[in-house]
């Protein structure tokens, strides 16, 4: 049987087992961020594991909150394995309780990203990361393009994830309409709130579900956004969705 443990057992656990940690959340999740030397658990992955993986090294298991992770955990010890852990809270434990042992750091941007450029390019201050151009500030110009790594290098520098547009939108909504899951994934990471409502009451998991954008449904829904949240018209995303296939993801499970 598997056993859930807490982000200061793991902590523990890595240090004196070396388990393989497998990140079991969506791809461009893992590639924004992760705990360092955590494996992205693709399915050729995960049946390469079960048919040749050493049954009794010490594995970790992990995804968004915790939930997802303990299935999979069972799984290696229905094929045998004998030392699973699933980590509770998943990544947002870590990332709340060990914000300094996430790979790549938050801080650094990515190689060769000249953000002081890119700042002035689009007529913003780079001595100011909340100054506006053309009503946004950086962080929701950068999302609403879809420019995961701008995103990753202001938030890293500190830009504020609670700056809203002009109509009370914020980076993440930005971020949804761009449909660019690896800032998705970046805001999420810097622990940007899913399920913020806008004057209206809408989340942005509700204007993806109105717009026909399948995969950012998806993907906030695996990340755990609240699917049951009313705007001030008591619509849910349910009552939005624009095509079947996002009418599937948002039905109640019985």
């Known amino acids: 049987m598997y056993k ?41 992955e995960l049946k390469s594991q079960v048919k040749r993986g050493a049954r009794d090294r010490a594995i970790l298991v992990y995804c968004y ?29 870590w990332r709340k309780e060990a914000p300094k042992a996430i790979h790549p750091p938050a801080a650094k ?26 009503g946004l500030t950086p962080l929701i110009k950068a999302c609403q393009m879809g420019r995961a790594e701008i995103a990753a290098a202001l938030i890293g520098q500190g830009a504020s994830l609670a700056a809203l547009d002009e109509y009370g939108n914020d980076a993440l909504w930005a971020a949804c309409f761009s449909e660019d899951l690896a800032t998705v994934a970046v805001l999420a990471a ?9 004057p209206s009451g809408s ?21 755990g956004a609240d699917s049951a949240v009313q705007n001030q018209d008591g619509f849910t995303a349910l009552d939005l969705a624009a095509n079947r296939a996002i009418l599937t993801l948002l039905k109640p499970r019985r």
Request: aromatic share 10%; with cysteine.
């Open 4 to 44: 859930r443990i807490s982000v200061s057992t793991t902590r523990g656990l890595i240090r004196d087992k070396n388990p393989i940690i497998f990140d079991v959340r969506d791809a461009a999740s893992y590639e924004a961020a992760h705990v360092p030397d955590a494996v992205y658990l693709s399915d050729r």
């Open 65 to 93: 909150h915790g939930n997802a992770s303990q299935d999979i955990a069972k799984l290696f010890c229905d094929f045998g394995f004998s030392d699973v852990y699933s980590l509770d809270g998943g990544f947002e434990s």
């Open 109 to 134: 941007p990515s190689s060769g990203l000249d953000l002081d450029a890119w700042l002035a390019g689009h007529q913003f201050d780079p001595q100011d990361l909340e100054a506006r151009a053309h």
């Open 190 to 198: 810097g622990g940007i709130s899913l399920d913020r409502q806008n």
């Open 203 to 223: 989340t942005s998991l509700m204007y993806a579900a109105s717009a026909g954008k399948t995969q950012v449904v998806e993907w906030l829904l695996q990340a």
